[in-house]
Nanobody, 122 residues
Framework: EVQLVESGGGLVQPGGSLRLSCAAS????????MSWVRQAPGKGLEWVSG????????SYADAVKGRFTITRDGAKNTLYLHMNSLKPEDTAVYYC???????????????WGQGTQVTVSS
């Protein structure tokens, strides 16, 4: 069965950095696009970033462009989100999500991680 296990969340001061990881198993990781999606307190789901099956195509939400970097390591079956210059408005539960297909042309997800809390506060 598909499993997505997130880690790396925590409390960080504004301007700080965190790296989130999502360990994937139960499927051919290198055959599918992956994304990060977040949910801030009292808000709906917000897509953050996506990466296609081989890392050749990457997209970011305007709110994080220039500050966040999505990467994947096929040998480790792991998806990463490097977050720099963090702001209080980045506070959210961050989820990794598996796309149904290899590309990020469509945001149709069929598996989700449990989520990891990121809190940006002084």
């Amino acid at each position: 069965e598909v499993q997505l296990v997130e880690s790396g969340g925590g409390l960080v001061q504004p301007g700080g950095s965190l790296r989130l990881s999502c360990a994937a198993s139960g499927f051919s990781f290198s055959s599918y696009a992956m994304s990060w999606v977040r949910q801030a307190p009292g808000k709906g789901l917000e897509w953050v970033s996506g990466i296609n099956y081989n890392g050749g195509r990457i997209s970011y939400a305007d709110a994080v462009k220039g500050r966040f970097t999505i990467t994947r390591d096929g040998a480790k079956n792991t998806l990463y989100l490097h977050m720099n210059s963090l702001k209080p408005e980045d506070t959210a539960v961050y989820y990794c999500a598996k796309h149904r297909i290899a590309t990020i042309f469509h945001n149709h997800f069929d598996s989700w991680g449990q989520g990891t809390q990121v809190t940006v506060s002084s």
